[in-house]
Nanobody
Framework: QVQLVESGGGLVQFGGSLRLSCAAS????????IGWFRQAPGEEREGIAF????????YVTDSVKGRFTISRDNTKNTGYLQMNSLKPEDTGIYYC???????????????WGVGTQVTVSS
């Protein structure tokens, strides 16, 4: 069974850090793009970062650039999102997803995790 499971979310104070993980089972992540998305309350799901299979095509959106780092470890079948200097506006549900295309557009991702809540208090 193909499954993605996010972990590492939680409640953190302004300026704090969290590291999200995205563990895959039932398939190999090695040949797939990993994308991270977030959805704030009342907002649409937003693509914030992606990394291709070889980690030589990496993108982070401007609002998190310099604070968030996306990475992957194909030997562990896991992707990561390191989040530093967190702000209240980073609050939301964070999802990882995999697909064949390096993009922030959700429709190009075939498999999704159920998400992990990140809450940043001011």
């Amino acid at each position: 069974q193909v499954q993605l499971v996010e972990s590492g979310g939680g409640l953190v104070q302004f300026g704090g850090s969290l590291r999200l993980s995205c563990a895959a089972s039932g398939f190999s992540l090695a040949n797939h793009v990993i994308g991270w998305f977030r959805q704030a309350p009342g907002e649409e799901r937003e693509g914030i970062a992606f990394v291709n299979s070889r980690s030589d095509d990496i993108y982070v959106t401007d609002s998190v650039k310099g604070r968030f780092t996306i990475s992957r470890d194909n030997t562990k079948n896991t992707g990561y999102l390191q989040m530093n200097s967190l702000k209240p506006e980073d609050t939301g549900i964070y999802y990882c997803a995999t697909g064949p295309v390096a993009t922030t557009i959700p429709k190009f991702y075939a498999h999704w995790g159920v998400g992990t809540q990140v809450t940043v208090s001011s």
